[in-house]
């Protein structure tokens, strides 16, 4: 079993529609988590960071972290056709190695 | 503010060749770097890290090897390409993961034919 778990998708819906986007992880002792952009052909950039259980806010993304089920969740409100992108959630423990565990990334297509 | 050079962008290479692909860190001193390796419709696999000069370690044995022969310099290199060496190759690195988590850079992408 992988650390982290993600749906490849891919997972296409039209422009304006709320996206959710989803990880399961099995370790108990990541305590930080991330979500990724990444567009084609480029890197992956930060786009939310959380720490523990709870929610985050960032315009029209939100965050949210569920400890006691280990799964965690990226929202869209009002997707527009530029967040087309694959999104990589992530997962790190708060140890000495500062090694992130990445999931396989989702294909998220916004159809204008 | 911190900003991570990786070069060349794109790269085409007959099998059997040597390779060296550089990462370079500014803004910043004694960050840990990173080499991942992304495979068409693949996630992220995660080649090798180093948390200081001449410390690398690594993750998957295969026919590539690191080094860091300054604080801000990552390389990756092969002595002799293999057709299962193509993919898209990301140097990050990272400070304070907690606070910032990595910082990729634009990628190399590896063809070998």
């Known amino acids: 079993q992988k650390e982290v778990e993600q749906d490849p998708g891919p997972l296409s819906v039209p422009e304006g529609a709320i996206v959710s986007l989803n990880c399961t992880y099995s370790?108990?002792?990541?305590?930080?988590f991330m979500w990724y952009r990444q567009y084609s052909r480029k890197g992956p950039e930060l786009l939310m960071y959380?720490?523990?259980?709870g929610n985050k806010e960032d315009g029209r993304f939100t965050a949210q972290v569920d400890k006691s089920s280990k799964y965690i969740s990226l929202f869209i409100r009002d997707s527009q056709p530029s967040d087309s992108a694959t999104y990589l959630c992530?997962?790190?423990?708060?140890?000495?190695?500062?090694?992130?565990?990445f999931g396989t990334g989702t294909l998220l297509a916004v159809q204008p | 503010s911190q900003t991570i050079h990786q070069w060349p962008a794109t790269l085409v290479q007959p099998v059997g060749s040597p390779l060296s692909l550089e990462c370079t860190v500014e803004?910043?001193?004694?960050?840990?770097l990173y080499w991942y390796r992304q495979a068409a419709g693949r996630g992220l696999q995660l080649l090798f890290y180093?948390?200081?000069?001449?410390?690398i370690s690594s993750e998957v044995p295969q026919n590539l090897s690191a080094s860091r022969p300054q604080d801000r310099q990552f390389i990756l290199s092969s002595k002799k390409l293999l057709l299962s060496d193509s993919g898209f190759y990301l140097c990050?690195?990272?400070?304070?993961?907690?606070?910032?988590?990595?910082?990729f850079g634009s990628g190399t992408r590896l063809t070998v034919v």
């Open positions: 180093s948390v200081g000069i001449g410390q």
């Open positions: 992530a997962a790190w423990d708060g140890g000495a190695t500062n090694k992130l565990i």
């Open positions: 959380t720490y523990s259980s």
């Open positions: 370790n108990s002792a990541f305590q930080y």
């Open positions: 990050a690195w990272a400070g304070t993961v907690a606070n910032y988590g990595y910082t």
């Open positions: 803004g910043t001193s004694n960050p840990n």
